[in-house]
């Protein structure tokens, strides 16, 4: 049955339901706010803009985790802490070097996060163990730009290179990727995408986080399932997507009738809407003014160009302005990095939120169990298989 007749008769019979759980509130949360109508997004109270601009992303996953800005002195045990953590085991590296190199890097990470696990030094602490759940969010964020290098690096038939105990996650992350540092404007721009990355509410792959760790499962567990979830296009997966619908539209003469098509096709345009935001998603306005001021320092107007035309014309034609998703995938096109790795990068940015719920889940645990409307048949005999 198609989606939208499914939905039209499902809400006629029965009124409470909400196709997608639009609209639905899954839990409550001291972590971040999304006000829609303001378009605003705080993480512990403040404004996520502010962040981008004065923090860093490890000052950002501190405040996560912890509910509060750390002091300097806080800040430096909490940076040295990370430096020790980004190291991969030797045999969780020898596992990404076994497994097939045509697979996406979102799948090589759950592969390494699966495997991490077992050598966390807290793996036989309760699920509830708050101190221990801290300790263990702090390992998984460390090590998730490792992974992703690192796995990257293995596909391109090259070794693995360590972190650099001088470098925050964003400058350490393009490090690894190519062994040289990076200037200063590219890590901002990656440091800042990580901050505007790093934490989204009640999201598809966080409250799946939600869900798996509400088992009384680990924290682990809920990464996995976060970094399956956000795989797909539909989520995290975009801002790939995205990429290669900028590319296929090559020139910013192509994109109007490229989105035209598009939309008279019912296509859906990547990088594009928000079930949360229906004024715009400020994390995309942040973004593009970045890209913008990458796009002039490398003298590559085109990618800017031709996200303006689209985006007036969806906010024209439809009032569906651009996620998070859009900006990031020609910022980081423009910065040189892989395709591929985006929606990894999204993964880099994410832990901490994930972990974030994952703790909060935990302090104050029920199972996350929701209810269903049975549409199928009833009183069906069993025919034995000879009869069938
Ligand atoms: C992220 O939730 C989060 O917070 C996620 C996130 C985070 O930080 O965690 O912000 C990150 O996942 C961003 C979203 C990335 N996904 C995409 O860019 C994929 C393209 N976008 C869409 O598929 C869509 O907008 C969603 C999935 C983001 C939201 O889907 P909804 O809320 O279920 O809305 P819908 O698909 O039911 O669309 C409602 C209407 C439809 O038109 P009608 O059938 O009512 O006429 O809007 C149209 C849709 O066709 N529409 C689009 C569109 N998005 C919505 N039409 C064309 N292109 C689009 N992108």
């Not at 002195?73 to 045509?102: D, G, M, Q």
């Not at 050598?119 to 992974?147: C, F, G, L, S």
């Not at 290179?161 to 721009?189: C, Q």
């Not at 303006?308 to 569906?320: A, F, G, Q, R, W």
Request: glycine share 6%.
């Amino acid at each position: 049955m198609a989606r939208g007749n499914q939905e039209s008769m499902s809400s006629a019979t029965h009124p409470d339901y909400r196709p997608g759980l639009e609209g639905v509130i899954g839990g409550i949360t001291k972590i971040a706010e999304i006000n829609s109508a303001s378009a605003t997004l705080t993480y512990r109270g403040i404004n996520v803009h502010e962040l981008a601009e004065k923090s860093t992303y490890e000052e950002t996953a501190y405040l996560l985790i912890n509910g509060r800005l750390p002091t300097a002195h806080e800040f430096e045990h909490y940076k040295r802490t990370l430096a020790h953590e980004r190291p991969i085991p030797e045999s969780v590296s020898n596992i990404l070097k076994l497994i097939p190199r045509n697979i996406h890097p979102m799948d090589a990470l759950k592969v390494a996060y699966s495997a991490l696990a077992a050598y966390d030094p807290d793996y036989a602490a309760a699920p509830t163990d708050h101190a221990a759940n801290v300790r263990k969010a702090e390992r998984i964020i460390a090590k998730a730009a490792t992974i992703v290098a690192a796995h990257w690096r293995i596909c391109e038939g090259k070794e693995p290179i360590s972190p650099d105990p001088e470098l925050d996650t964003a400058a350490n992350f393009l490090y690894m990727l190519s062994g040289e540092r990076a200037d200063e404007e590219t890590v901002k721009v990656m440091d800042a995408s990580l901050i505007l990355y790093a934490e989204h509410t009640f999201n598809a792959s966080t409250f799946a986080n939600r869900v798996t760790v509400a088992t009384l499962s680990d924290l682990y567990s809920g990464i996995v399932t976060g970094i399956g979830t956000l795989k797909g296009p539909l989520h995290g997966g975009a801002n790939e997507e995205a990429m290669r619908m900028l590319l296929e539209i090559g020139t910013p003469e192509n994109a109007e009738p490229w989105l035209r098509s598009a939309l008279a096709g019912k296509k859906k345009v990547m990088g594009f809407g928000h079930r949360e935001y229906k004024n715009g998603d400020s994390r995309a306005a942040y973004l593009t003014k970045m890209a913008k001021k990458v796009a002039e320092k490398k003298g590559v107007p085109k990618w800017v160009e031709i996200g303006d035309i689209m985006t007036k014309i969806m906010v024209e034609e439809k009032n569906i302005h651009p996620n998070v998703d859009f900006p990031a995938a020609y910022a980081y096109y423009m910065l040189g990095i892989p395709i591929d790795l985006y929606t990894p990068i999204f993964v880099i940015a994410r832990v901490a939120g994930w972990s974030a719920h994952a703790i909060e889940q935990l302090d104050n645990n029920r199972l996350i169990r929701p209810t269903c409307i049975y549409d199928g048949r009833s009183g069906v005999p069993y025919v034995p298989m000879a009869d069938r």
